[in-house]
């Protein structure tokens, strides 16, 4: 017979460190390379171990939204998987709008892990849409003009944006209009966004940045 | 003339928070766009709020590096650029490695940020190298079995990892072996390494979960 649940009171999520909602994910990608290798429960230990963190830090982060693991057995994997899961909302499906279809807007749309997580691009746009014949991985491409009224007639819920510089305050500002709830920001420039619009952002130069200090300042100890 | 430079003491530049580092990233990013823009002279508070953060928050990430501003001017843009690409090291040029080249890794390799910032790709390594003619982008792409002996023969310092989950420890098993000193990590994996390997990871799965639980918990208010 299972334990029995104790229902406590969890705090608003929105209070969550961005931190702990971090780590979530990375116990959700561990977890389930876990499953996939045949193993069916985990302590708090043993999941800490894989990604460098505590059994103290494992326990804690997953106490903000409940009670997961079980006496003598740890989590079970599967069941702590669909938890978090839900607590992510990658349990619901996400309707996505590309807008710039470059390089890096092309490389996104062939990227698996989109759709594994329950994100469909169900439209892309682009100043220049007759240069891909209308569609690309079988996603619609529009031209960028049609923006609000194709949002709107979908129903999407999250932008990705993958325009120049330049040009990204403006997109945004249409996806806003056009009534999305969240972007993800793939140009290189920080986007001033209404409070209830969620956003992350996603900049390699800075990702490589980060890298190339501590590299050089490890290389050149002072 | 300028004011005389103050020489403090500072720390050490690895025991600077990451926040810390990562901002100076949006500093620099911030402070091209205005240059580019024609203004040459910025205070903190201004700096502060194209970004989201106070003066206060400004001054105390660039005073762990030094003295930067100048009384009644505030920061000349250009000579804080010079300084925040020294401190970052991007004022060198980086050889890397690039491991994979699907879809992800074509993107990068097309992608321009990479050189602007003084990040060359010298060579790029797939499992099937024939697919690709022996070249993409203008980088010679070699059999992954020759990646110790090309990585050391042009001495290259960064590997970019861009193969599937499975691979890439191996994958990073072998740079390390050949003597790279970071590794950008762009499979959705936490790999395991020395200690004096730096690193960062990419993986787009988690930004985009990051995005979904700040949404999803919007829209169901508790």
């Given at each position: 017979m299972?334990?029995?649940?104790?229902?406590?009171?969890?705090?608003?999520?929105?209070?969550?460190?961005?931190?702990?909602?971090?780590?979530?994910?990375?116990?959700?990608?561990?977890l389930r390379h876990l499953l996939r290798?045949?193993?069916?429960?985990?302590?708090?230990?043993?999941?800490?171990?894989l990604l460098?963190?505590?059994?103290?830090?494992v326990r804690k982060d997953l106490a903000y939204f409940g009670h997961f693991g079980h006496p003598g057995i740890g989590y079970r994997c599967e069941e702590l998987i669909n938890a978090i899961r839900s607590i992510l909302g990658t349990d619901q499906e996400w309707t996505v709008a590309m807008v710039g279809i470059g390089n890096l807007g092309r490389a996104l749309l062939g990227y698996r892990g989109f759709v594994d997580q329950g994100f469909q691009v169900v439209a892309a746009f682009d100043?220049?849409?007759?240069?891909?014949n209308g569609q690309i991985e079988e996603v619609p491409v529009y031209h960028i003009?049609?923006?609000?009224?194709?949002?709107?007639?979908?129903?999407?819920?999250l932008g990705l944006?993958?325009?120049?510089?330049?040009t990204a305050q403006n997109v945004a500002d249409r996806l806003v209009e056009a009534g999305v709830a969240g972007i993800v920001n793939f140009a290189p420039v920080t986007l001033s966004l209404p409070e209830e619009?969620?956003?992350?952002?996603?900049?390699?130069?800075?990702?490589?940045?980060?890298?190339?200090?501590f590299v050089a300042n490890r290389e050149q100890p002072r």
């Open positions: 299972p334990p029995p649940k104790q229902k406590t009171e969890t705090p608003d999520p929105l209070d969550v460190p961005k931190a702990v909602v971090n780590r979530l994910s990375l116990y959700l990608r561990e290798a045949g193993k069916t429960t985990i302590s708090s230990s043993e999941l800490g171990s460098g963190f505590t059994d103290a830090q100043s220049n849409p007759e240069k891909l003009g049609r923006l609000t009224e194709v949002v709107r007639q979908h129903n999407i819920r944006i993958c325009v120049p510089a330049a619009i969620s956003s992350v952002s996603v900049d390699l130069s800075t990702e490589l940045e980060q890298l190339s200090f």
